[in-house]
């Protein structure tokens, strides 16, 4: 079956598709990672050795591994080879702490945990080890090797069936508000994500181990990169580097930015000094449905999150679940084709996740409040547990950091709800100041009062060298509530 006709398909398989990669264009570079490449059909060969080894070992549908490390080729194959063979991947984060890394891999049921040296170091701090079975990716001596593990070259896996509905990745959520939730996604929901690019259509993946400005901007000039993905912290420090304007970047054709609140001054920065298009998408780990802003189409729309991509169906509901008209604010909810099966051994959160119109329609809910205007663009104005609620008025943090940023030396801010006596919450802000720049805490916070409402005045602000985020460069609003030392002058 031809790439073509495998896409066309409603439901296909993404290691098919590399393996119909290697055959159309077997010399392709398929990953670069520092020095060392593999092409597209090394890349296919050794994904079946990880699959043929994994099925040597009893492993196939219905069992889990784990995979804590830095980017690499043998990450990638891992992963690909995994899911050739049917087993699910629970990606973890190297940054957790080690006892969050062990309690992951467990409850993920990984009969395996890939990692490597940076990994393996840290867990030698763990309360209890994890009860996979270690195999180093880096030949560090933190499991048994890799090399050792796969079975010989030129090994075929057993053809497995995929079932759409069976899980392709278990992801555990940020545990920024608490005990992180493994939010599988299904086979189904990923090959709805597809077309999205990357090496399932044939592209070349440049990976860094972890993320610095200097280094991707040094790899996207010298590989002509067309095609980024980043998070909005990243787009500002790109920006913000000494070598950015001294940068090549004319082989960008289109960036694409997700996870976190993305500011209209930053993207509008973005499409000024960066080549290529822009688009924003907005949803979460757990699907639903997504919304798209196509930046560089519509400038005068950049405060937004853009419009439904095609087959999603987003409303916004009250907090009596009742669908509230446009113009008003509420509750994201949204439903797709792209939709998580549920959380893994919670089906208590799965419920509360969930929300289903009068047809029954299936929707998850986001924790997003925000509105929809007469053009079908939605505007978030904060999450529903960042609400601060003073004196019977709600107050959305995005309105008092608009009014902070605004100010010439501040570069980031964050608006908390703290406890008051008199107000119930009142407004508290942290801000962090533009390189070079000086401020007065009392000067910011009459600057951005004299630019709220009487309901909406900032009660304390602090300055703090950075503000406190989750991998992914979501700010961590928790962490700053408990930071508070006050009082509070509301």
Known sequence: MSIEQLLAQEFGSIPALIHEQARARPAHAAVIAGDDRIDYAGLDALV???????????????????????????????????????????????????????????????????????????????????????????????????????????????????DPEAPFNLIYSSGTTGT???????????????????????????????????????????????????????????????????TDLSSFKMKFSTSAPFSAALKAEVLERWPGGLIEYFGMTEGGGTLMLIAHLHRRKLHTVGQPVEGHDIRVIDEQGRELPRGEVGEIVGASPATMTGYHGRPEATAAAEWYDATGKRFIRTGDLGSVDDDGFFTIVGRRKDVIISGGFNIYPIDLETALIAHPAVAEAAV????????????????????????????LRTFANARLGSTQRIADVAVIPALPRSPIGKVLKRELREMYAGPARG
């Open 48 to 162: 079946d050795r990880v699959a043929a080894s994994l099925q040597r070992d009893g492993l196939g549908p219905g069992n889990a591994i784990a995979i804590s490390a830095s980017a690499s080729i043998a990450y990638v194959a891992i992963y690909l080879g995994a899911l050739r063979a049917g087993v699910s991947v629970a990606p973890l984060q190297p940054s957790v702490t080690p006892d969050s890394l062990v309690a992951m891999a467990d409850d993920a049921g990984a009969s395996y945990l890939f990692l490597d040296a940076a990994v393996a170091t840290s867990l030698a701090s763990a309360t209890r080890p994890p009860a996979a079975l270690r195999i180093a990716l880096d030949g560090s001596g933190a499991g048994r090797s890799l090399a050792d593990w796969l079975v010989p070259a030129g090994t075929a896996p057993r053809p497995v069936e995929l």
């Open 180 to 246: 992180p939730k493994g939010i599988i996604q299904s086979h189904g929901m990923r090959w709805a994500h597809v077309r999205r690019g990357g090496l399932s259509l044939g592209g070349t993946l440049v990976m860094l181990p972890r993320f610095d400005a200097a280094e991707f901007l040094r790899l996207a000039e010298r590989h002509r990169v067309t095609h980024a993905m980043l998070v909005p912290v990243q787009y500002d420090r790109l920006l913000r580097h000494e070598n950015f304007d001294k």
């Open 416 to 443: 908390v709800g703290v406890p008051s006596a008199r107000w119930g919450e009142t407004p508290v802000a942290y801000v962090v100041l533009a390189a070079g720049q000086t401020a007065d805490t009392e000067a």
